[in-house]
């Protein structure tokens, strides 16, 4: 089973991807439909889809971190606990 942190950073780094094209197809002197296109909108719309979807990974990523932060300060009040009683 793949890692959730290495998954979590290749879907970030597609996410990147996605919205750096977006990007330029918007800002783009003259938006040229291509064929599917629908309009400029459209794709303005999914820019900030992709947008609230790369925060939201990221605010993940800074949970996922703060919790093991936590976990690591557990640990080590607990061994110093150890240590007192000593």
Aim: charged residues 45%; without cysteine.
């Amino acid at each position: 089973m793949a890692d959730i942190k290495t998954d979590r950073e290749a879907l970030l780094t597609d996410v990147t991807g996605t919205l750096d094209y977006l990007r330029k197809r918007i800002s783009a002197k003259r938006f040229n439909v291509r064929e599917g296109d629908t309009d400029l909108q459209g794709f303005i719309r999914l820019y900030f889809v992709g947008a609230k979807i790369k925060a939201d990974m990221l605010k993940d990523a800074d949970i996922d971190e703060i919790k093991d932060e936590i976990k690591n300060i557990k640990e080590w009040m607990k061994e110093r606990e150890i240590d007192e009683d000593l």
